[in-house]
């Protein structure tokens, strides 16, 4: 495997993109892809934390997203966004599990 790997996974922590992503499954990202607006995304934050949403648009300041569950949309300001990253896949948490170790070989 690459050392610099184009893909990198978390489980989803929670239920806010309920239906289209559930708590507990593994969601895949581009760490090499530019995230778009319609994109659902993972949105590592300057704080540490990590955060899947959908991506409605973006200006310099800030980006604008949407939850699912309960149905929110909001701004997070570009400060508090480390780096943002487009959803490829998702599915059953064992592919989580899977990518570790493929990426620590």
Known sequence: M???????????????MRPRICAGEAVIYDIQSKAEPGDDVVILLADG???????????????????????????????????????VLRGHSDFVQEIDDANAH
Not at 3 to 15: E, K, Q
């Open 49 to 87: 934390g990590s955060i899947v949403r959908g991506l409605l648009g973006f200006t310099a300041d800030s980006y604008r997203l949407k939850s699912y569950s309960p149905a929110a949309v909001g701004a997070l300001p570009a400060a508090r966004v480390k780096a943002i990253y487009p959803v």
């Open 2 to 16: 690459a050392s610099d790997p184009r893909y990198a996974a978390l489980r989803m922590p929670t239920n806010d």
